[in-house]
Each structure stands twice: as structure tokens, then as C-alpha cells.
């Protein structure tokens, strides 16, 4: 057998899936998006790029764009540099580090609707934890999910604090990978910690950390919906509405089936961009071997 | 080879003769959880057990909007329950999918069934263009919970509350309490941001949601609750939230529902249908609960409130003998007894009147007053077109777009007119969307 | 300060930092632990208490009561061990090919694989997804549970990512000793890369364990729900909930996913993955 024959027939069970059931559903979302189509689609007018229009010129849908620009950009900055620091103490050999792991995981096990709940309980204007001891410590009377941008700082902390299991279990492994030889040879030059993190970590870690960057980029555009449903519900006005949640309600609560599609290829689109940019420019800068 | 053949044979025939006795198999869909799941199954086993031939299965479907994507999906897919359970904004798509069959037609034929024993604000809300389209299952009504041990201490009289809104807000400011450093610390009300509410308001004040009598002689075209009693609405609660005395809670239920139960507000607007859980909640936390009817504006007509809840669609599935089954199971469902007992194990109330006069007689609504006004308050109500509700085919749209304007208002974003006109406006692109696929 | 005094400082700093960061991220579940045990009176009981009066257990015997928690386990388990294996086999099979092997297309192909991670795919599919399971007559089967979701571009990717930093002359190396592309993979390639393979198999687990949209519109019995949906069956969608009663639930079906993240945690411990492989 060739190695290239080897190569294609690897490859065959995941295209095969991916074909069949995000490829020929994607299709349709294309096809539907042109189309005003009724909840049970048994009407459907054909609109032609109207519903796109309808988009670009609501006001609330370019805001949204506004709003998961800002969110993506500040979950994934903090949430990455958080890791990052608590990957480097989580990979110290101190007695408990087990538990200590597990602990710092247990976010991102739970659901984003649970996650949502929680944060809920923690946040409720008067008998939250958060809430009270604002209140009886300063005198602050927060209002968390009722005022912006509260709302929305809400919603990012608990993104970032789900999606933190995530990071810090690839940044772990990530860091198994960097030879101890490389520290011992630095130490030897007379390197600080901090000249080692700058030199040795951070670029042996940059393959793991431009995946993580997109995965997290498709965490937050994409999972989020979940945890915004249950905490904001996009509100107060919309001002914690991302194109995610928009796609949501308009596809699963408002039976929108046409303007749902049109969401989703645009979000689609807007995405492919980000990836070719990435791809382009970030890339370059990856440490690979 | 003669055995094998005669084999062949028997196994044949005993699968016939399966097939002839095999009892219907429906398949119901619902949206209850948590408690009331196990009721609607205890109430489905129950059917089961006194109805040899025929087989319910139900099954959970998620939450509302869940439950009718679910459904959805299935009509797309060809396999489709035979009863779904569909809440009230839903009608209108229901009525439009093409899929159901009115139940009106099983009522017309059925001479053992007396549509006239259901109460008729609840036949109100499911009626339209004179046909009944489907019936009531869980049915509850909005009302303000209050605190009466509260009411005691900030010198209220617990047996006599607000009635009007002038006293409502008079209430409200009794019962709010500053702490030294000007911080509440307890609220006279709190209540989620929840667009149901507006169209109880609506309906108290006798005013309509929708034109062509909200939606009820014909299509609603037009949202037209930007009026002078939506505007009251707006004002209301704007001025409550201002000045102080109310909470906003935020989107949903839980949160508000929280504050009231750790007595941080003094009254709460919720529905009916969690009648039996605050007064656990009243009793493990220490306090008295109390139950009132919508206070309604001063000088303004009153018309009554809205049904809520969910109703019981069936689903036109091309087989009359699924479909008797079906009809047998809604029907069973509707009757005095079953009704007793579901409204008496979940807090939706009756809406059969036998069921009704049964529980009375009992002597449960004395022993429960609280439940009464909840019963009361329906009962109550003129049935006009403004209390049978507005029904329109982008009504969770609508909705929400309510809920967001009156979070813009809470927030400074907008006046109360201009919040509402907004919402009306919106409301009205959305009705035009949603109906340019009828036309 | 002697050498042995200097760790002995560095341990006690770390453990402290750890302990302070634990408890900052576990404070929204130890507010779950503490309500599983609260009865739904003392949840809300002013000032807010954070230790219950009375460890109300019962919650948790409720839980088995009032839903079929067991059979939900025991399909959510079902479920997300198929995903697990399966994505992460073919994730490192298709890793394997993008990182170690040239061939036509590859650029294309990896450019396919990588939109889909940008496709709002939980979303999109549901319904054409549904309609397609129902042809196979795959509804309320584990087929329809499984098969959707056995190949994923995040495992791809990440397998490709890891294998892309492993030196090229190990596999020279293991030309020349006569060991074919598969051999290499299996015996050399994947040994060493138990770390990374840990990791992606535990991602996957928990991405299974928490489906909900789909299983919901898929399954049509009880005896083929999963963890999630019975979650969802304790609350109330408009009613006042028992509070105590859905945090025992969160805690049972959070459990698994740590159970099994605590075992493969074990795998990262620094320099062991990388002993003798580089340099």
C-alpha cells in the first residue's frame, strides 16, 4: 500500500461524517436562507437575498455584531491568560494536585444551562451571595442581569470561567511536550523564571495555544447560547444578544426557520474570513518542531 | 418439511391474531416537568390501566418552545405524535401548520361529550373563527403573592389588600424598608421582566392586543396595544421601579420568585399555577402567604384575565382509528374526575365546572382560600375579546419584544411611550412577516 | 537556605495560590453542594446561609425518585464513551494523515474539515438531521444518539496540532528500522502522545455527556433519555422549583465527567511524555 493511499483512507470515516451530517444540514441552511418559510414549513415564499437584507439593515442585528466582537475579544484575552497562569501552578509537583485539577475542570463539566443557573443564584439582585456581601461589605446594590454593561460582564465571567477547564487541560498537556532539558540548559545561561516563560514556554506552547485561541473563538460564538438563555436572555434590551443567541431564539423559540439560515450563513461567512486571516498571519508565527 | 410448513403456519396465524387484538398504541407529547411530570404520567397510567385497548405513551418533550420544535422536526420527518401538548402563544401556528385536526370536529360527533361543562373563559382562548381548536389542559391565571406576615408588621391589613393601583402603589411604599445608609433592604414587589403580565394588564383594563378583535374574527394584521391602557401599564410599573418600591427581577421566573421567597419583596406577580409550592415555601420559610387578584387601574373599566398555560392539540395522523384513540384519551383527560385531581396535585386549576363544584363541595377551598382566588379571579372575568386573549401567528416574537421594551424603559433607554410605541411597532413587522406566507 | 528548604518554600507558596484559585473557581458549585442539601426552605433562607442547618439528604434519594436517574446515566454513559472512542480514533487518524503524510489535497481537504468548526452545528442540524435518522429508522436509537457526532475537526485538529510538534527524525528513525506508517502510529506515535490523547478523550466525554438539543428531539422514551433531559424533568418550566432537589441532580450527573477527568489527569506529569525524544 502507498503512503498516500494510506493518507486518504485515514481520513475517510471522519469526511464521511462530516459530509453527511454537517455538510448536507449546512447545504440546506443555504438553500432555506433564501427563502421566508413558515414554523412547520408547509409555506415557503422565495425572498431572494431579503432576508440578508432584513439583517444588515436592523439596527439590533449590527449591534449584535458589535456586541460578540467585544465579547469574543475579551473571553478569549482573559480567559487564555488566565489559563495560561493557572496551567504553569497546576503543573507544579505538590502533594494534591490531582484534586487541584479536578477542581479547576469541574466548570467545564457542567452544562451551560446548570453554569447559567448558578451564576443566576450567585448573582440575584438581592438574595445572591454576590449581591449580599456587595451590599453589606460596601453598600453597593448591584443589579447584575437588569443593567448594562453588568449584564455583560456577567455573562463573560461565566463564560470564562466555564470554558477555563478546557484551557488548562490542553495547556497541561501542552506543557508535557517541553522538554525539562530546555529549562536546565536556560538556568545553566543564568535566565530568570521570567526570561524562561518568555523564551522557552510561550513558544514551545504556540501550536497549543493557536488551537486553543480557535477553539475558544468557536466557544463563545457558538456554545454561549445556552449559558446567555438562562442568565440574560440576550437582555436587558439586547444588549447581551449575540449572533449565536439571536440564531437560537429566532430558530428554536421564534420558529424563523428562513431568517435562522440567513444567520447562519452569515455567521458561516463572517467565520471563514476569521479563519483565513488567521490561517494567513497567525500561523506563520507557530512554533511547530 | 410438513412441520416446518405447519410451523410457519402457527406462527402466522398467532401473529394475526395479534395484530386483530393488538390494542392502539398513541403517542402523547407534553412539556410537563418536575412535579407535574409525574402527575401527567400517574394520570397516563392511569388511562392506560381502565382503557385495555388502547396505549398512551407519553413522553417528555422538553419545555414549550422545545416541545413544538420537537414536534416540528417530526412533521418534517414524517412521524409525528398523535397528541401534543402546545402552550398558548402557539395557537395561531398551530391553527396554520396544516397538520392538526380541530377538535371541534370530535365535539360536533361526539354526543357523550358536553363542550358546555368546560367553563367558557377557558373555551374562549382556544376558539377561533367559532371553531374550537383544541382544549385546555393546564390552564392558570396571574396573580400577586404577598407576604401577610409582612403585611402585619408594616401595619397593612393581611385580610384586605390592594385592590386598585393607587392602593397597590400606597402598599408598595409601606413595605419598602431603607437600611441607615439609604440601601433597601426589603421591597414592597418584585416580578420578572415578563411579557405575559403586560397582556393580563391588558385584558384587566378590557383592552385589546390585536385588531379584528384580537385576532379572533379573522387574522390579526395589527398590534394596537399602543393605547392609553398599555401606556398605563408602562407608566405603572416605570413608576414603581423608579421611585423605589419595586424590585426588577430580571428575565424569568426564578429570580423573582427567589427574592419573594427569602421575604426581601413583599408581594410577588406570578402565576397560579405555583399556588401549592409558595405555600410550602411560606411554611418552611416562617410566613403566611397570601393570595390577591390583579389590582386593577382606578376609574377603568374591568375586564377580566387571560387563561394561560397550555392546551392539547391533536395531530391529524390519516388514521380514524388513532385519532378515536386520541379523542378517548383528551376526552378522559377533561372529565370532572381527572380534572379533580390534576388541579388539586399541581395548583393549575379546573376548568370543568363539575370539577369545579366537586372540589368546592369537598370542602378543599375552604380549607385553602388561597386557592380559591385563584379559581375566583378566572371566573370572575367577562369573557370578551380582550380577556379570551389575542391570538397571532409571531406571538413568542411579540412577546419578547415587549419584555425588551420594557427592560429599555427600566434602564433609561426610553420613555414608557416611547418604549411601547417601539414595541409596536416591532410587533407589527412581525406580524407582517408572519402572515405574508398566508396570503 | 539550603537547597531542600527552598522547595519545601515553594510547595507551601503553590499549595496557597492553588487553594486560593480552587476556591474561586469552585465557589457557583460549592453554592450547588451546599443547596443539594438544603430543604427548598432554608434555600432561600436571609441572610443567605452557607452551610445547611440540617444535611438534608434526601434530595438525592428524590432525584432516583422522581426521575429514572439510573437508566439516564447509564445512556449518557452509553453515549459519550461510543463519542469518545470514536472521535478521538478517527481524530487521530486524520491527525496522523494532515500532520505526517503529503498528498494531493491535503490543503483542500484540511481547509473542509476545519469550516466545520465554524458552522453553528448544534443548531443547524437539528431538524435536516433529523429527517435524515428518521429514513435510516434511527430515531430513539443509540445510532442517532452516536453516529452524528463519531468525527469531529476538533479532534482532527488537535491531534494534527500535537503530532505537527513531534520531530520528523523519530519517524526516520522508525523508516529505517523497517516499521510501516501504521506500525509507527500505533506502537510509537501514539504511546508517546498519551497526554495529548487523554486530554482530547476527556473533551469529547464531556461534550457527549452534555448534549441536550439534539438527544431531546431524537429520543422519543424514557428508557432512551439521557442525563441532561432528566435534568431539565426536575426543574419546572414556569413554577416555582425545589431547589434542592435539581443541585443533588447537577451533582450526580457532574460526577462521571470529574470521575474520569481525575484518572487521566494522572497522565500529565511533567517530563514523562517527553523523556528521550527530543534532542
Known amino acids: 500500500m502507498t503512503r498516500k493511499l494510506i493518507s486518504y483512507l485515514l481520513l475517510v470515516p471522519t469526511f464521511l461524517i462530516i459530509g453527511l451530517f454537517i455538510y448536507y444540514p449546512a447545504v440546506l441552511t443555504f438553500q432555506k436562507s433564501v427563502y421566508r418559510v413558515s414554523p412547520f414549513g408547509n409555506r415557503n415564499i422565495f425572498v431572494g437575498l431579503g432576508n440578508f437584507k432584513t439583517l444588515f439593515t436592523s439596527q439590533s442585528y449590527i449591534q449584535e455584531m458589535w456586541t460578540t466582537l467585544l465579547f469574543v475579544a475579551v473571553t478569549i484575552t482573559v480567559g487564555l491568560t488566565i489559563s495560561l497562569l493557572f496551567s504553569l501552578l497546576l503543573n507544579e509537583k505538590v502533594p494534591g494536585i490531582g484534586i487541584f485539577r479536578t477542581i479547576v475542570f469541574s466548570p467545564y463539566a457542567i452544562s451551560p444551562a446548570i453554569a447559567g443557573m448558578l451564576w443566576s443564584f450567585l448573582l440575584n439582585p438581592v438574595v445572591g451571595y454576590v449581591s449580599y456581601v456587595l451590599l453589606n461589605l460596601f453598600g453597593i446594590q448591584s443589579h447584575w442581569m437588569t443593567t448594562y454593561p453588568a449584564a455583560l460582564i456577567a455573562v463573560m465571567v461565566a463564560t470564562v470561567w466555564q470554558n477555563l477547564g478546557f484551557n488548562i487541560i490542553f495547556f497541561l498537556s501542552g506543557l508535557q511536550g517541553i522538554p525539562k532539558s530546555y529549562y536546565e540548559a536556560a538556568t545553566i545561561d543564568g535566565a530568570g523564571a521570567i526570561k524562561k516563560f518568555f523564551k522557552i514556554t510561550l513558544p514551545l506552547l504556540s501550536p497549543i495555544t493557536f488551537y486553543l485561541a480557535i477553539m475558544n473563538i468557536t466557544f463563545t460564538m457558538f456554545t454561549v447560547f445556552g449559558v446567555i438563555d438562562i442568565m440574560t436572555q440576550g437582555g436587558p434590551g439586547n444588549k447581551t444578544t449575540t449572533l449565536i443567541y439571536r440564531l437560537y431564539r429566532d430558530g428554536f423559540i421564534y420558529f424563523r426557520t428562513g431568517m435562522a439560515s440567513a444567520e447562519s450563513v452569515i455567521l458561516i461567512v463572517i467565520m471563514a474570513i476569521v479563519t483565513f486571516v488567521y490561517f494567513r498571519f497567525v500561523q506563520r508565527k507557530v512554533h511547530y518542531r | ?439 | 537556605m539550603t537547597k531542600r528548604t527552598k522547595r519545601t518554600l515553594r510547595v507551601v507558596v503553590v499549595e496557597i495560590a492553588l487553594i486560593v484559585m480552587s476556591i474561586a473557581i469552585l465557589l457557583p458549585i460549592l453554592l450547588a453542594i451546599t443547596m443539594s442539601f438544603k430543604t427548598s426552605g432554608e434555600v432561600f433562607s436571609y441572610p443567605p446561609k452557607i452551610f445547611p442547618h440540617t444535611f438534608y439528604f434526601q434530595n438525592y434519594i428524590k432525584v432516583f425518585q422522581n426521575i429514572n436517574m439510573g437508566r439516564f446515566l447509564l445512556n449518557s454513559f452509553i453515549m459519550a464513551s461510543i463519542i469518545m472512542v470514536g472521535k478521538t480514533f478517527f481524530g487521530v487518524l486524520g491527525g496522523y494523515a494532515f500532520a505526517n503524510f503529503k498528498f494531493k489535497g491535503s490543503r483542500i481537504l484540511f481547509g473542509i474539515l476545519f469550516l466545520t468548526l465554524f458552522m453553528p452545528a448544534e443548531l443547524l442540524m437539528v431538524v435536516p438531521l433529523f429527517s435524515l435518522m428518521r429514513s435510516f429508522h434511527w430515531i430513539n436509537t443509540f445510532w442517532a444518539l452516536t453516529i452524528p457526532f463519531l468525527a469531529s475537526a476538533t479532534s482532527t485538529f488537535l491531534m494534527r496540532q500535537h503530532f505537527m510538534t513531534i520531530p520528523k527524525d523519530l519517524e526516520d528513525a522508525a523508516r529505517i528500522d523497517g516499521a510501516g506508517p501504521m506500525k509507527f502510529l500505533f506502537q510509537i506515535l501514539v504511546p508517546i502522545s498519551k497526554s495529548m490523547i487523554g486530554a482530547v478523550a476527556v473533551i469529547n466525554f464531556v461534550y457527549a455527556w452534555n448534549l441536550y438539543l439534539w438527544p431531546l428531539i431524537a429520543t422519543n422514551s424514557n428508557s432512551m433519555k439521557t442525563v441532561q433531559i432528566g435534568l431539565k424533568m426536575l426543574m419546572s418550566n414556569q413554577s416555582t422549583n425545589d431547589w434542592g432537589v435539581i443541585m443533588a441532580g447537577t451533582l450526580i450527573a457532574l460526577a462521571p465527567a470529574l470521575l474520569l477527568f481525575f484518572f487521566v489527569q494522572k497522565l500529565f506529569v511533567r517530563g514523562i511524555a517527553s523523556t528521550g525524544l527530543k534532542e
Open chain 2, 1 to 439: 418439511m410438513w412441520r416446518k410448513v405447519l410451523l410457519v403456519g402457527m406462527v402466522m396465524t398467532l401473529a394475526a391474531s395479534l395484530l386483530v387484538a393488538a390494542p392502539v398504541t398513541i403517542r402523547f407529547w407534553h412539556a410537563m416537568n418536575g412535579p407535574l411530570g409525574q402527575m401527567v404520567q400517574k394520570l397516563v397510567n392511569e388511562f392506560n390501566q381502565t382503557h385495555p385497548n388502547i396505549v398512551v405513551k407519553a413522553d417528555y418533550a422538553g419545555s414549550y418552545s422545545e416541545t413544538l420544535s420537537k414536534t416540528i422536526a417530526a412533521v418534517k420527518g414524517g412521524n409525528p405524535p398523535d397528541i401534543v401538548q402546545i402552550y398558548d402563544i402557539g395557537t395561531q401556528m398551530m391553527i396554520d401548520s396544516g397538520i392538526i385536526i380541530p377538535l371541534q370536529k370530535f365535539i360536533d360527533e361526539d354526543k357523550t361529550f358536553d363542550v358546555n361543562t368546560l367553563i367558557p373563559q377557558a373555551r374562549g382562548y382556544y376558539t377561533a373563527n367559532g371553531k374550537l381548536y383544541s382544549l385546555p389542559f393546564n390552564s392558570s391565571n396571574p396573580v400577586i403573592y404577598y407576604n401577610k406576615t409582612l403585611f402585619k408588621k408594616a401595619g397593612l391589613d393581611p385580610n384586605n389588600p390592594p385592590t386598585t393601583w393607587s392602593q397597590f402603589k400606597e402598599a408598595c411604599k409601606m413595605l419598602t424598608i431603607k437600611n441607615s445608609k439609604g440601601n433597601t433592604v426589603q421591597y414592597g414587589f418584585t416580578s420578572g421582566v415578563i411579557g405575559w403580565f403586560f397582556e393580563q394588564y391588558m385584558a384587566v383594563q378590557n383592552a385589546l392586543m390585536f385588531n379584528n378583535e384580537n385576532g379572533r374574527v379573522s387574522r390579526a394584521t395589527k398590534a394596537i396595544f399602543d393605547d392609553p391602557a398599555g401606556l398605563r401599564i408602562f407608566n405603572f410599573w416605570n413608576d414603581l421601579i423608579q421611585s423605589g418600591v419595586m424590585i426588577n427581577a430580571g428575565p424569568g421566573w426564578d429570580n423573582a420568585n427567589g427574592i419573594f421567597a427569602s421575604q426581601k419583596a413583599a408581594m410577588l406577580l406570578d402565576s397560579t399555577s405555583d399556588v401549592g409550592m409558595m405555600l410550602k415555601q411560606g411554611k418552611e420559610g416562617h410566613f403566611e402567604v397570601g393570595v390577591m387578584a390583579l389590582p386593577h387601574p382606578n376609574g377603568v373599566p374591568y375586564g377580566g384575565v387571560i387563561i394561560g398555560g397550555a392546551s392539547l392539540w391533536m395531530i391529524n395522523t390519516h388514521n380514524t382509528q388513532r385519532e378515536q384513540a386520541a379523542w378517548e384519551f383528551i376526552k378522559w383527560l377533561e372529565s370532572p374526575k381527572q380534572q379533580v385531581q390534576w388541579s388539586k396535585g399541581t395548583g393549575y386549576f379546573p376548568i370543568n365546572k363539575n370539577a369545579l363544584t366537586r372540589i368546592m363541595h369537598e370542602g378543599f377551598y375552604a380549607e385553602h382560600p388561597q386557592y380559591l382566588t385563584t379559581v375566583f379571579q378566572l371566573l370572575m372575568s367577562n369573557v370578551t375579546p380582550a380577556t379570551r386573549g389575542g391570538i397571532a401567528g409571531p406571538f413568542p416574537q411579540i412577546r419578547a419584544t415587549v419584555e425588551k421594551a420594557l427592560s429599555k424603559m427600566f434602564n433609561h433607554e426610553m420613555t414608557p411611550s416611547q418604549a411601547l410605541k417601539w414595541a409596536q411597532d416591532q410587533a407589527n413587522q412581525e406580524l407582517q412577516e408572519y402572515n405574508s406566507l398566508y396570503q
